[in-house]
T-cell receptor
Framework: NAGVTQTPKFRILKIGQSMTLQCTQDMNHNYMYWYRQDPGMGLKLIYYSVGAGITDKGEVPNGYNVSRSTTEDFPLRLELAAPSQTSVYFC??????????????FGPGTRLTVT | AQSVTQLDSQVPVFEEAPVELRCNYSSSVSVYLFWYVQYPNQGLQLLLKYLSGSTLVESINGFEAEFNKSQTSFHLRKPSVHISDTAEYFCAVSDRINKFYFGSGTKLNVKP
């Protein structure tokens, strides 16, 4: 049982380049999330999804796009990389339940540097 | 929307001493509360959670947290810390639609 996997682990981008951060979970969770973590700022929600075909913006969506064509995959797209997007990106998933909140399961993260 | 405040960004403590990491939240609705731990260069792992029932919850490695509704707090405690507890700890709250809000984190540095 792999849980939540993310690729790549590290990436350096030049300003203006594009890339996709991959996230896959094998726990059949409906809910998936993308966060960015900056030093001293905790985790900020970028986008989330409550099921295949459904996505919504979080706190800091500007500069990012997502899609959710399957339950397992939730890729995050950076179209025009900017230095402000230098961060560590975490993908997470959680099971859904009516009126009940379950914990999130996190991937190992992707460390992105934009120069 | 919810918000979570972790009052201490860093907590230095000597090995075998007790520690308390503070967490306060603001919410007008019922919430679920979590503590996550992050070791260097790793993702977050669930440490403990409060969903309902007893207000005191415990983890398998000796941490405990108490939900205090009147003070809107969920402080994390351990009576005797080990070097291996050195990590960053995040408090989080969730509402009934599975949106999670994280605090800014507290770095626990256990010294020998």
């Amino acid at each position: 049982n792999a849980g939540v996997t993310q690729t790549p682990k590290f990436r350096i981008l030049k300003i203006g380049q594009s890339m996709t951060l991959q996230c896959t979970q094998d726990m059949n969770h409906n809910y998936m999330y993308w966060y960015r973590q900056d030093p001293g700022m905790g985790l900020k929600l970028i986008y989330y999804s409550v099921g295949a075909g459904i996505t919504d913006k979080g706190e800091v969506p500007n500069g990012y796009n997502v899609s959710r064509s399957t339950t397992e995959d939730f890729p995050l797209r950076l179209e025009l990389a900017a230095p402000s997007q230098t961060s560590v990106y975490f993908c997470a998933s959680s099971p859904s339940g009516r009126g009940i909140s379950y914990e999130q399961y996190f991937g190992p993260g992707t460390r992105l540097t934009v120069t | 929307a919810q918000s979570v405040t972790q009052l201490d960004s860093q907590v230095p403590v000597f090995e075998e001493a007790p520690v308390e990491l503070r967490c306060n939240y603001s919410s007008s609705v019922s919430v679920y509360l979590f503590w996550y731990v992050q070791y260097p260069n790793q993702g977050l792992q669930l440490l403990l959670k409060y969903l309902s029932g007893s207000t005191l919850v415990e983890s398998i490695n000796g941490f405990e947290a108490e939900f205090n509704k009147s003070q809107t707090s969920f402080h994390l405690r351990k009576p005797s810390v080990h070097i291996s507890d050195t990590a960053e700890y995040f408090c989080a709250v969730s509402d009934r639609i599975n949106k999670f809000y994280f605090g800014s984190g507290t770095k626990l540095n256990v010294k020998p």
